[in-house]
């Protein structure tokens, strides 16, 4: 019997040469990974040393910390939250890098996306590391494990195969191909087991598009998702790669609790109805609907394919008055680029607000909504109160969905403006 | 470790329950533990605070957890006397959030139709069985890793992690 490419990776970390579902391990992560937050990173540094008496981590290389929430800082306290990271990382000789995007996508722009490695955060949207074919795990709180100790205990999952076949139609997005995964698999139907997509269609998404399936993993109950690594992902992270470790991939014959085969070629345009981020319609059900605010941004989608079929969209065409489309690249390098590009001149020139990369926008410490009023929004979750007023509403959408509905103040089919 | 023993105080009957709705999302930030225990279950049962009792058990159908779950509403159900929770299955990030606590969850599938509200159940850790003692049966739960047994056992992550090699 073969192994999935989660059980190679964890069977190296553990020092076995093969592991099975079930199996008790103690794992040493490859990187362990966090941005700091009130109650996380401050709380493990200061437990670190009052609990346990650890002045400093062992293998600070192993490390890296963001700055992404809370950029800028408006209060006194949260530049003080930074400050105490700064400080922290300087005297362990950890990097924090600040200012640069949004950690969970930034991590493989500096090369911890390394194919076959294993990864940890507190937040599990780092499992859109898993494009490149490295395991990265959120785990909350357990991850003070990974900063007292060498290795993390833990029972190896069982993997859940997921193909993606067809291609998607003009204006149907990789966004929209997770979302349909979770209105036919349903909420749970991955529930601590790790998600591993495949299929023909998936040489046909992006790297981006690939990001933002696997960002969203934890919405079908997995603790991450992967993918084996492909010439064009092998390629975007070797060159980065911090640590050399020889790429694994799933054998032909591992064992899998199930396999699900998801065709997407006749897919359209999905929005995820609030309060739950199960909720996936088709957004033909949901055109008219009058919405006030739009964000294009987080680390599920912002990536320059976002960015440039919005501006696709919004080429000649203006945000509706009194619309407040807030548009926030996953990165600096993406904004970077797309500037380069032209596309954020288009997308300034339709009205929208351009804002440099924070996480602030998704959580609902920037652009926050009043009650009554009603977004459109590429952020990772629609739940109640995520951006704002508990009687405000959330609706996902793809990047181009999001362009479209600014332009008539009504959630709208991107369909007809591509 | 001691078995639970206590009263089903409630059945959260919602597949994919976000337990945020305990307290209501426009209190989640809310700190203050006794604030948090006074306005929980309001929406379910405002007679809730009177008639729990320290030791009770709460009982949650699939999925138990999903969405973006918080610390308060578990936080405030501890202050109350909530000893644990019985569930058909959990969401892996919630159950991540509350075993670092080291507070029990027992994944039971079958659990909703095994109990009925306020029957008085016993949780046998050694047999791994949930014992309904009002209706006089047992249900056999779905074994939990070691670290996280142990995690219960050493009452959350910082004992866990002392006792731990």
């Not at chain 1, 963001?66 to 003080?80: C, G, L, R």
């Not at chain 1, 996480?359 to 990772?380: E, I, K, L, P």
Request: charged residues 25%; glycine residues 10%; aromatic residues 8%.
């Amino acid at each position: 019997m073969g192994a999935t490419i989660a059980e190679k990776i964890l069977a190296r970390v553990s020092g076995r040469d093969s592991v099975r579902p079930g199996d008790e391990i103690s794992a040493k992560p490859d990187f362990v990974i966090a941005y700091d937050f009130p109650g996380y990173t401050d709380v493990i540094f200061r437990q670190m040393k009052e609990e346990f008496g650890i002045d400093k981590v062992a293998e600070p290389e192993r490390y890296a910390l963001f700055i992404d929430h809370m950029v800028p800082a408006v209060t006194p306290a949260e530049e003080d939250l930074h400050q105490v990271t700064r400080d922290w990382g300087e005297a362990n000789g950890v990097p924090v890098y600040e200012r640069r995007g949004i950690g969970h996508h930034v991590a493989s722009e500096l090369g911890y996306a390394v194919p076959g490695a294993f990864a940890v955060h507190f937040d599990g949207h780092i499992s859109q590391m898993g494009t490149f074919g490295t395991l990265a795990m959120g785990v909350r709180k357990h991850l003070l494990e990974a900063f007292v100790k060498e290795r993390i205990k833990m029972r190896v999952p069982e993997t859940v195969r997921v193909n993606l076949n067809g291609r998607l139609a003009e204006g149907v997005m990789a966004r929209d191909a997770f979302h349909h995964i979770v209105r036919v698999l349903g909420p749970a139907a991955c529930c601590f087991q790790v998600l591993e997509i495949g299929g023909d269609a998936l040489p046909h998404i992006s790297i981006d598009g690939r990001q933002t399936i696997n960002c969203l993993a934890m919405f079908t109950g997995a603790v991450t998702s992967i993918m084996n690594p492909d010439a064009d992902t092998l390629a975007y992270a070797r060159d980065r790669a911090r640590i050399e470790l020889d790429p694994v991939a799933s054998d032909d014959d591992a064992d899998y609790a199930a396999i699900h085969e998801i065709d997407i070629s006749e897919l359209e345009p999905v929005v995820v109805v609030p309060p739950r981020p199960s909720n996936t319609q088709n957004l033909s059900d949901y055109a008219g609907t009058d919405v006030h605010v739009g964000y294009l941004g987080s680390c599920a989608s912002g990536r320059l394919e976002d960015l440039e079929i919005a501006a696709r969209v919004l080429r000649g065409h203006r945000v509706r008055d009194g619309f407040q489309l807030n548009i926030v690249p996953t990165s600096q390098a993406i904004m970077e680029e797309a500037s380069k590009k032209g596309i954020l001149t288009d997308l300034i020139a339709s009205g929208a607000y351009v804002a440099s990369s924070s996480c602030d926008y998704c959580f609902g410490r920037s652009g926050v909504m009043t009650a009554g009023q009603r977004a459109v929004s590429t952020g990772t979750l629609n739940v109640r109160g995520r951006m704002g007023s508990p009687d405000s509403e959330i609706y996902i959408m793809n990047a181009a969905a999001v362009a479209a509905s600014a332009i008539e103040g009504k959630i709208t089919d991107p369909r007809k403006y591509l | 470790m001691q078995n639970l023993k206590g009263r089903i105080a409630f059945i959260f009957d919602e597949i994919d329950f976000d337990i945020d709705q305990i307290v209501g999302v426009k209190n989640i930030k809310i700190q203050d533990v006794d604030e948090l225990a006074s306005i929980a279950m309001q929406s379910y049962d405002p007679d809730f605070r009177d008639l729990v009792r320290p030791g009770d058990l709460l009982v949650g159908n699939s999925n138990f957890g999903y969405g973006h779950p918080h610390y308060p509403p578990m936080i405030a159900m501890r202050h109350l006397g909530i000893a644990g929770v019985i569930a058909e299955s959990f969401s892996p990030g919630y159950w991540r959030g509350e075993i670092a606590m080291g507070f029990p969850q027992i994944p039971c599938p079958g659990i909703m139709d095994f109990v009925d509200r306020w029957d008085d159940v016993e949780v046998d850790w050694q047999d791994r069985q949930v014992r309904n003692l009002t209706k006089g049966k047992q249900l056999e739960f779905t074994e939990l890793s070691e670290a996280d047994m142990q995690m219960i056992q050493s009452g959350g992550l910082i004992g866990y992690l002392h006792a731990r090699d």
